[in-house]
């Protein structure tokens, strides 16, 4: 690869890395394509994407969007999981992938700025979606609003009651 592709190809991963919200670093040793078609498959529905790099080229383009702590995780076969939507979703393929077929090993990873171990991601993975967080809160919302409700409506008619006194 002359210096001029490899300086193209930073730029561009550069350029998606800077339009991602959140990136995980992986080692995807072990996948073969089969596998390797259906994580990409899978991490599209969640609308993420999925880039072989090298390293040193992955070490620029980093380093040209001023994201430090990544370069320990860079050896050995990488893979970088690229997300400008939700976080939650593409660690949740992450963590699901790994849990079904023991691949790609994740390493860290960069939650909207935020630097996040392997574990961590793991973690984040296993929480419950944003819609079922959601449902889980207005569920907790709507059981606490009918006690108050109905607290609101006996003082009512206390005062209504001491009013016609």
Same mark, same amino acid.
């Given at each position: 690869?002359?210096?001029?592709?490899? =300086?193209?190809? *930073?730029?561009?991963?550069? =350029? +998606?890395?800077?339009?991602?919200?959140?990136?995980?670093?992986?080692?995807?040793?072990?996948?073969?394509?089969?596998?390797?078609?259906?994580?990409?498959?899978?991490?599209?529905?969640?609308?993420?994407?999925? *880039?072989?790099?090298?390293?040193?080229?992955? =070490?620029?383009?980093?380093?040209?969007?001023?994201?430090?702590?990544?370069?320990?995780?860079?050896?050995? !076969?990488?893979?970088? *999981?690229?997300?400008?939507?939700? !976080?939650?979703?593409?660690?949740? *393929?992450?963590?699901?992938?790994?849990?079904?077929?023991?691949? !790609?090993?994740? #390493?860290?990873?960069?939650?909207?700025?935020?630097?996040?171990?392997?574990?961590?991601? #793991?973690?984040?993975?296993?929480? !419950?979606? +944003?819609?079922?967080?959601?449902?889980?809160?207005?569920?907790?919302?709507?059981?606490?609003?009918?006690?108050?409700?109905?607290?609101?409506?006996?003082? #009512?008619? =206390? #005062?209504?009651?001491?009013?016609?006194?």
């Amino acid at each position: 690869m002359s210096k001029a592709e490899r =300086q193209t190809e *930073v730029e561009a991963l550069s =350029q +998606r890395i800077q339009a991602a919200h959140s990136l995980y670093v992986t080692d995807f040793s072990g996948l073969n394509v089969a596998r390797m078609t259906e994580f990409r498959r899978r991490l599209r529905a969640a609308g993420a994407n999925y *880039v072989v790099v090298k390293n040193t080229l992955a =070490q620029r383009a980093l380093a040209a969007n001023k994201i430090l702590g990544l370069d320990d995780h860079l050896a050995g !076969p990488t893979g970088i *999981v690229l997300t400008s939507k939700d !976080p939650l979703s593409a660690a949740k *393929v992450l963590a699901d992938f790994l849990k079904e077929f023991e691949k !790609p090993a994740i #390493r860290a990873g960069i939650v909207e700025g935020a630097p996040m171990t392997a574990a961590q991601i #793991r973690r984040l993975g296993e929480l !419950p979606s +944003r819609e079922a967080l959601l449902a889980q809160l207005a569920g907790a919302l709507s059981g606490m609003l009918y006690p108050l409700v109905g607290a609101l409506e006996a003082l #009512r008619e =206390q #005062r209504a009651a001491s009013a016609a006194s």
